[in-house]
């Protein structure tokens, strides 16, 4: 690797770093405020996206363990294919927490309180979650790392989980239907559990667009 090539990505580390710190910090506060509110409210499918946070936040963190890594080439390897299977892994918990609550809440139908902190937080995250999924979008494509490919997937996730989160969160607080909020929650499941078994398996998808094309690319084995 040449001087300016060194230079160049040094500079991509540090952009890419900002934007999983920017991740753990906003993460963290959408988890309080996410959990908080719906835990007074009883909404499941406002305590998942919350939890939805906290795994993302483990997410930021795998990737900033990976990238200061990136100096020794041996280990940047060995951590990016661990980075990509720990990012899988927490979609699928995320998935395993969902299913079971949104399922208890309906059979015992029970009815969650209007939430306007929850909206709110929902429309802020539909503001901030695509421009920081694009940034993180941007640098790993210059680096060519799956990992941080995958975690701008639960970045975009976190998006589409806030559009869903909001829908649910309206139609309770305009027609009281109690079922909105569960049902919410498990029309997030089919994609965190496609987004889960692709990082297990060493994949991720490239393209994060409404078509949402996937190139599955596979990391190298060890």
Avoid at 4 to 20: F, Q
Avoid at 93 to 117: C, F, G, M, N, Q
Avoid at 166 to 176: K, M, Y
Wanted: include cysteine; charged fraction near 20%; glycine fraction near 6%.
């Amino acid at each position: 690797m040449n001087v300016g090539t060194s230079i160049e990505r040094s500079a991509l580390i540090r952009r890419g770093l900002r934007l999983e710190y920017f991740t753990l910090v906003w993460n963290c506060l959408e988890a309080i405020v996410a959990i908080v509110s719906g835990l007074f409210a009883g909404s499941i499918a406002l305590v998942g996206f919350g939890f939805d946070s906290v795994i993302e936040c483990a997410s930021g963190a795998t990737l900033l363990w990976r990238l200061h890594s990136d100096h020794d080439p041996a280990n940047r390897e060995r951590r990016e294919r661990l980075a990509v299977r720990l990012v899988g892994a927490s979609f699928v918990l995320l998935a395993t927490y969902l299913a079971y609550d949104a399922i208890h809440t309906l059979v015992r139908r029970e009815a969650p309180e209007k939430s306007l902190p929850g909206i709110l937080l929902a429309v802020a995250s539909l503001i901030v979650m695509p421009l920081l999924a694009r940034g993180k979008r941007s640098v790993a494509s210059a680096l060519s790392s799956n990992a941080m490919r995958a975690d701008s997937r639960q970045t975009d996730l976190c998006a589409y989980l806030s559009a869903i989160l909001l829908g649910g969160l309206i139609v309770n607080a305009l027609f009281s239907w109690w079922w909105a909020d569960p049902f919410a929650a498990l029309i997030m499941l089919p994609i965190i559990l496609r987004e889960g078994v692709q990082g297990l398996r060493g994949e991720t998808c490239c393209d994060s667009s409404v078509e949402d094309h996937c190139c599955h690319d596979e990391v190298k084995q060890a």
